[in-house]
């Protein structure tokens, strides 16, 4: 128990780093988080815009998990990155409580400790602000978790939240599910009747959700095709000693005869499957690279955690050694992966690296909030970066204009927003006697537009 809540403490300071050591959200996903609450919020005025943002997303769950932050008394963007740091550590709870079903509490605490390493580097959620499949991993263990339990119902909802908490998470558990089919109902006339009755109904499950899945077209054969070049390997050199345990972890899985075969036969599928869809880009492919690493990366967290006690008590009979060799591994790579954070964190905290909404831009749009009209209209430029959070930072939907140039006095009075940064406006805009010049900082220039 000592040697868990040593775990439980260095997870909760990983995770606390990030919230810790920036002043805003630098992934390019928060504002669209931040966006939808905000509409889930203005249900009881607005159902129908809530009901058609939950019909049309790709992860209503998390979501709606999500909007539940706005109980906390901090600004949206603290609450995305405070959520994003208690997602974290939430999944590293479920890996550990799916590890001790195979490996007890000393497996339980090394799964803590593992995942507390892939903040950055083995996963992107931090950086690029992927909120909704940090959430839905976790989903992903609880369910593998029940299915170790026996329990087949639980098992069921946590794969039904899965699919509506990320897709691509939902896809590799079911694409498990369905690897591993064939050689579980070849087995399981020599399994007891529970497990039996567990293998089929899980399976008719899986079968039923892939196919409303695809049918509703909320499956990734529908999806947008991110391509890649970024390697699995590239940003997760402190996860090799992880990976190397690997192997050993899957025959300690699928020895332990206490937890159900078909538990065992679709963990081990997964992470098969998961590390098989994270290297795709090693046969030229290069699909949803950054996506299908974290998939890996908590399959490895798992299957490590259940290896490394049982080789650690091996090696070493005294619990002093052990300690000794506990605390001499991985000192080296918690300094490590918590140097390697701190210097993603200092890059985008640089406000010359503009890699993240600049203050003065926040100033900006916080004028917006204050001084603009609740009906006025606002324009900006469609692809103008980190014009994405003037909607969920002031309360204006803006409209997009393909360029400046197409800017003419035939649109309608409202507010026009400048983010110099990123975009220079011509002087047709500039020097257009219908705009008036109501606020300018060195990043920013709203202009109002009389008729």
Not at 390 to 414: N, Q, V
Request: aromatic share 10%; with cysteine; glycine share 4%.
């Amino acid at each position: 128990m000592i040697l868990l809540g040593c775990a439980l403490a260095l997870s909760a300071a990983r995770v606390l780093q990030y919230p810790l050591s920036v002043t805003f959200p630098i992934g390019g996903d928060a504002a669209d988080y931040v966006t939808a609450a905000q509409t889930l919020l203005a249900t009881p005025r607005h159902p129908q815009a809530a009901a058609a943002l939950l019909r049309q997303s790709w992860y209503p769950v998390s979501l709606i998990t999500f909007t539940a932050s706005a109980a906390l008394p901090l600004k949206w963007p603290d609450r995305f990155t405070w959520t994003m740091a208690a997602a974290h550590f939430t999944v590293g709870l479920a890996l550990a409580a799916l590890a001790a079903r195979f490996g007890g509490i000393p497996a339980a605490a090394a799964a803590i400790l593992f995942w507390s390493l892939t903040t950055t580097g083995m996963t992107r959620f931090f950086e690029d602000g992927t909120l909704a499949q940090l959430m839905s991993l976790g989903f992903a263990a609880l369910f593998l978790e029940r299915l170790a339990a026996g329990a087949t119902i639980g098992s069921i909802a946590a794969l039904i939240l899965a699919l509506g908490a990320h897709p691509i998470t939902a896809a590799a558990l079911l694409l498990a599910l369905l690897t591993a089919a064939p050689s579980l109902l070849y087995l399981q006339r020599n399994l007891p009747s529970a497990q039996r009755r567990q293998t089929r109904a899980t399976i008719i499950a899986a079968l039923t959700i892939a196919t409303a899945a695809i049918i509703s077209g909320k499956s990734p054969l529908n999806a947008r095709v991110d391509i890649s070049t970024d390697s699995p390997l590239d940003l997760s050199l402190a996860a090799l000693p992880l990976v190397a345990l690997t192997p050993f972890g899957l025959l300690q899985i699928l020895r332990t005869v206490t937890v159900p075969l078909t538990a065992r036969f679709i963990l081990l599928a997964f992470t098969v499957v998961s590390l098989l869809l994270a290297g795709n880009l090693y046969v030229g492919i290069g699909i949803w690279t950054d996506r299908l690493r974290s998939l890996a990366a908590a399959a490895i967290v798992v299957t490590a955690s259940v290896a490394a006690p049982r080789l650690i008590t091996a090696a070493f009979s005294s619990q002093l050694a052990r300690t000794a060799f506990i605390v001499t591994a991985l000192l080296p790579l918690y300094i490590v992966t918590w140097h390697s954070s701190a210097k993603v964190y200092r890059y985008y905290e640089n406000q010359n690296n503009v890699a993240r909404l600049h203050p003065q831009e926040y100033e900006a749009f916080q004028w917006v909030a204050r001084h603009v009209p609740a009906d006025a209209t606002v324009y900006s430029v469609a692809n103008n970066r980190h014009i994405e959070w003037l909607p969920p930072l002031s309360g204006h939907p803006y409209i997009p204009i393909a360029d400046w140039k197409l800017f003419t006095g035939k649109i309608p009075p409202g507010y026009v927003v400048i983010l110099n940064t990123w975009d220079e406006p011509p002087p047709a805009v500039t020097h257009n006697p219908r705009l008036q010049q109501q606020f300018a900082n060195e990043r920013a220039s709203i202009y109002e537009m009389v008729p």
